[in-house]
């Protein structure tokens, strides 16, 4: 049974940061491309970011570019979200992605002053 369990999430100031991890199991993680993917309260869920199964590949929305970095560790079967220079508007919950079509339960993150 496939499993994604978010962590890391909480509250900060505009301009700090946060990590975000994914624990994957029940899948072969590093054959796996993962993505982070997010939703902000009455919004639709928006792609944050991309990354290859070996990770030599990745994409990100422009909203993030520059900001944020995603990673994946094949040997412990996690997948990373590193954000940085947070703004109030990167406020939401944010959620991992297998390509297999599998969501974790998400990790809320609040940027306010």
């Known amino acids: 049974q496939k499993q994604l369990v978010e962590s890391g999430g909480g509250l900060v100031q505009p301009g700090g940061s946060l990590k975000l991890s994914c624990a994957a199991s029940?899948?072969?993680?590093?054959?796996?491309?993962m993505s982070w993917y997010r939703q902000a309260p009455g919004k639709e869920r928006e792609f944050v970011a991309y990354?290859?199964?070996?990770?030599?590949?990745?994409n990100y929305a422009d909203s993030v570019k520059g900001r944020f970095t995603i990673s994946r560790d094949n040997i412990k079967n996690v997948l990373y979200l590193q954000m940085n220079s947070l703004k109030v508007e990167d406020t939401a919950v944010y959620f991992c992605?297998?390509?297999?079509?599998?969501w974790g339960q998400g990790a809320q993150v609040t940027v306010s002053s």
């Open positions: 992605y297998e390509a297999g079509g599998s």
């Open positions: 990354i290859s199964f070996g990770g030599r590949s990745t």
């Open positions: 029940g899948f072969t993680f590093r054959y796996i491309d």
